[in-house]
Nanobody
């Protein structure tokens, strides 16, 4: 059974940093590309970032480019996202997702597995 478990969410002040983690089990993690999406209250879920299976390629939404950094440790079956300079509009539930054969990392319908999400709240 595949499981993706996000952690690291919480309450942070504007401008502060936060690092999210997503640990996978039940799959060959090193063969999966990983994505991060978020959903704010009353809004549709949107793409945030993605990282290829090797970590050699990363993708970011324009809204987070330069502030968020994706990385992974295949030995720990974990993907990370460092978030800096957080803004109130970054408040959302953040989800990680896994895809074996990535076509367009920005499209959520292409992902095979999803985590349960972790709440990030940025207070001003």
């Amino acid at each position: 059974q595949v499981q993706l478990v996000e952690s690291g969410g919480g309450l942070v002040q504007v401008g502060g940093p936060l690092r999210l983690s997503c640990t996978a089990s039940g799959l060959t993690f090193s063969t999966y590309s990983m994505g991060w999406f978020r959903q704010a209250p009353g809004k549709e879920r949107e793409f945030v970032s993605a990282i290829s299976w090797s970590g050699g390629s990363t993708y970011y939404a324009d809204s987070v480019k330069g502030r968020f950094t994706a990385s992974r440790d295949n030995n720990k079956n974990t993907v990370y996202r460092q978030m800096n300079s957080l803004k109130p509009e970054d408040t959302a539930v953040y989800y990680c997702a896994a895809v074996l054969s990535i076509v367009d990392p920005r499209k959520e319908y292409g992902y095979d597995y999803w985590g349960q999400g972790t709440q990030v709240t940025v207070s001003s």
